[in-house]
Structures are given as structure tokens and as C-alpha cells.
């Protein structure tokens, strides 16, 4: 299992929800604010199986390149993946 966590802006995280349920991916948003983008921002957290990982990043990608949202910053995500021993849902 791989655990992507996704910071971005708030303007893109809605775009980013829409076509991760579309495609029938789980994830789980959080308001946060901090030093990487320096306002403002969503954290997304999303679980998935190592054969997915990479349909998910060309998705993160693809929404950050197709939306043209006003940045002060060069990046409009940081994205990190991680491994996870485990994985449960109760």
C-alpha cells in the first residue's frame, strides 16, 4: 500500500475531489495552513494499492496542469508517497 499526501491549493483541491471520485478513489481532505504554499491550503489524503499509485499521480498532474489557478508559487502541489505497512478500514 502507498499513502499519497497531496498539499495544494484550496481552488484546485475541489477539482482534485471531483476526479478522484469519478474514478472510484477514496481520499480524505483536511483545511490546513503552513509554509509550503504560504496560504491557505488543502491537505489530501489518499491510500492506495502500489499498482495504482502511478493512474493516481498522472491524475494529480494532469488536474494541476489543466487548471490555470492564480499562484505566487511555482508549484501548485506537493506531493509526497509513502510507504504503509498496513492499511484497515473499521
Not at 10 to 25: F, Y
Not at 57 to 74: A, F, H, P, T, Y
Amino acid at each position: 500500500m502507498k499513502l499519497i499526501v497531496v498539499i495544494m491549493e484550496d481552488d484546485l483541491c475541489h477539482i482534485l475531489s471531483k476526479e478522484l471520485l469519478e474514478n472510484k478513489i477514496s481520499s480524505t481532505k483536511l483545511s490546513s495552513t503552513g509554509g509550503f504554499l504560504k496560504k491557505g491550503n488543502t491537505t489530501m489524503l489518499i491510500g492506495t494499492d502500489v499498482e495504482n499509485e502511478q493512474f493516481v499521480l498522472d491524475i494529480i498532474k494532469k488536474v494541476c496542469d489543466e487548471n490555470d489557478v492564480e499562484s505566487d508559487n511555482e508549484s501548485k502541489a506537493n506531493v509526497f508517497v509513502m510507504d504503509l505497512e498496513d492499511f484497515k478500514k473499521f
